[in-house]
């Protein structure tokens, strides 16, 4: 009887030491220690044994069990283990390896200085308004105190949809949209396209404007020049001067053409600023009384100041740009040269 337990033993370690897999396991399993397998048959012989073994022989019979058993917990865990091992190679990642480039775009030049824009004037207490581009002649012109057949419509060659629907052609139809709806103080700045029927290195058909106003108690040309030293020095560079020259716009009394100190030769002279040291960026003025009184401000109470700012040319000017057309081609190669990253 003992050989027959040790043949059994050694014949369930035998064919253990070569399973490789679970599934095989369990059939051995079911061979040696289940229901019909050789172990348990081995009670079957209990009837042979005389009645004073019969005790001692189940013991060794469930000891042969428990050792057995043993073996394939054993052999069961070495295969879940290396099962888990071979997955994690398989899933293993070479951090090593380079890296796939995700290709993104970058900000729009136009882009990047109009946030500019606005972070300079934002950063002085403005607020931004975004007006319609479809706009009526109102709001366009006649507000503006430039009724119909007015000389200074040539100023600007509007598109026009019908007798009284544009696109607006500047962007101070915004001065009337926030006059109409807020009490002053006022201190708002108006980004957006705009469009003229124009076309050459210098015009575009569709371009963006940056429309600033302020209305308040005693405000003076003064407070402009100061707002616009303060503005340039942010956008260019500290070195930066402004100067005005009296112009005229049928909106502001009086009406300034504000020039910066050129970018590039800062003053002296060169062929971005065509010799003069100077360029233009903007035209500006005290806000005219009846404009003021259109828009329901009582005008001996408040005075106000306005601006408006041509995004392409402070981009050009910063940028050495000398095309306004690069700035719509879209080329990829032009753009990417104002990745930051
Ligand atoms: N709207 C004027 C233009 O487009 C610029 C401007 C704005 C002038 C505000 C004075 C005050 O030319």
């Known amino acids: 009887m003992q050989e027959k337990f040790n043949q059994i033993r050694q014949s369930a370690i035998e064919s253990l030491a070569s399973v490789t897999s679970m599934r095989e396991i369990g059939e051995l399993r079911a061979k040696y220690v289940g229901k019909s397998g050789e172990v348990t048959s081995l009670l079957r012989s209990m009837k042979d044994i005389p009645n004073d073994q019969k005790a001692s022989f189940g013991k060794m019979v469930n000891d042969l069990k428990d050792e057995i058993m043993g073996y394939f917990n054993v052999k069961e865990a070495e295969l879940k283990q290396k099962e888990l091992e071979s997955q994690f190679e398989k899933e293993a990642l070479d951090i090593t390896l380079p890296g796939k480039k995700v290709v993104a775009g970058n900000l729009h030049p136009l882009n990047i ?16 308004f975004e007006g319609p581009e479809i ?39 915004g001065q009337v949209r926030v006059m109409e709806n807020k009490k002053p103080p006022i201190k708002i700045l108006s980004p957006g396209r705009v469009y003229r029927s124009d ?19 005693g405000i003076s040309l003064c407070d402009l020049q100061g707002l616009l030293d303060e503005f340039v020095k942010i956008i260019f560079d500290k070195q930066t001067k402004t100067r005005l020259r009296p112009s005229y716009f049928p909106f502001t009394e009086p009406s300034v053409e504000v020039d910066v100190t050129c970018s590039k030769c800062h003053g002296k002279g060169c062929s971005l600023c065509k010799g003069t040291g100077w360029i233009e960026i903007l035209g500006a003025g005290v806000v005219n009384k009846k404009v003021l009184e259109n828009c329901g401000i009582d005008s001996n109470v408040y005075s106000g100041l306005a601006f408006g700012l041509g995004i392409e040319r402070v981009t050009m000017i910063k940028y050495g740009i000398t095309d306004i057309r690069t700035l719509f081609e879209n080329n990829v190669k032009f753009l990417k040269q104002f990745d930051r990253r």
Not at 199 to 217: I, N, R, T, W, Y
């Open 113 to 128: 200085v109009k946030n500019e824009i606005i972070n300079a004037f934002t950063g002085m207490g403005f607020e931004i």
């Open 135 to 173: 706009e009526t002649d109102y709001y366009c012109f006649q507000a503006l105190n430039i009724p119909k057949d007015h000389p200074a419509r040539d100023m600007q060659d509007t598109f026009y949809i019908n007798d009284d629907i544009v696109l607006r052609s500047q962007t101070s139809t």
């Open 199 to 217: 076309d050459d290195a210098s015009h575009s058909p569709m371009f963006h404007q940056c429309e600033g106003l302020v209305v308040d108690k």
